[in-house]
């Protein structure tokens, strides 16, 4: 089964911060690649799907990158409501759909 | 509105069986792939099964895998999660996901509050 990895466990950065999180796929898995946001106590929110593509709601400061094994999460200007644990998720062809193990993120 | 509702989640021996419950609304259920995401206390998502929109096919993560059973009612437009041989480690929050595509799998956007499930002595 594919693994997935992501970097760094967790981060701390100050408000108006770029933030990157990377997710690792031990496998080539195209763009099929999810990221979750999930804010301590809440159900998980899809954010970005086919590695790039904002789902509908989404504020534009988020957005995804990559493609084959590597990818990224970025937050461009980080705000106080994204303070969440960030997993991300790869769905390619047949299952499972693991998760990464995920990128707590707070503020500095 | 996208509406998914668990139930079923208690507290059961080790080696018991639960049938969890997700009752769908707000959609065309019969058109969405259906999955089971669970979360142990304090840890990461794991995902735990899926079935297809039409219930001919199913999947599972290798630490559940012959031991539970997703399937689906489509009149009822409901899913379930028949839990046999439980563990400890199958302590965790279940949640029901709808998935984003029609007629295909892929990543869940819609997820219910979850239930609970505690395996414990």
């Known amino acids: 089964d594919i693994q997935m990895t992501q970097s760094p466990s967790s981060l701390s950065a100050s408000v108006g911060d770029r933030v990157t999180i990377t997710c690792r796929a031990s496998q080539g898995i195209s763009n099929y690649l999810a990221w979750y946001q999930q804010k301590p106590g809440k159900v998980p929110k899809l954010l970005i799907y086919a590695a790039s593509t904002l789902q509908s709601g989404v504020p534009s400061r988020f957005s995804g990158s990559g493609s084959g094994t590597d990818f990224t999460l970025t937050i461009s200007s980080l705000q106080p409501e994204d303070v969440a644990t960030y997993y991300c998720?790869?769905?390619?062809?047949?299952?499972?759909?693991?998760f990464g193990p995920g990128t707590k993120v707070d503020i500095k | 509105e996208v509406q998914l509702v668990e139930s079923g989640g208690v507290v059961v021996q080790p080696g018991g069986s639960l049938r969890l419950s997700c009752a769908a609304s707000g959609f065309t259920f019969d058109d969405y792939a259906m999955h089971w995401v669970r979360q142990a206390p304090g840890k990461g998502l794991e995902w735990v099964s899926l079935?297809?929109?039409?219930?001919?096919?199913?999947y599972y993560a290798d630490s559940v895998k012959g031991r539970f059973t997703i399937s689906r009612d489509n009149s009822k437009n409901s899913l379930y999660l028949q839990m046999n041989s439980l563990r400890a480690e199958d302590t965790a929050l279940y949640y029901c996901?709808?998935?984003?595509?029609?007629?295909?799998?892929?990543?869940?956007?819609?997820w219910g509050q979850g239930t609970l499930v505690t395996v414990s002595s």
């Open positions: 079935i297809s929109w039409d219930g001919g096919s199913t």
């Open positions: 998720q790869k769905y390619n062809s047949a299952p499972p759909f693991t």
């Open positions: 996901a709808k998935d984003s595509l029609v007629e295909a799998a892929a990543a869940p956007d819609y």
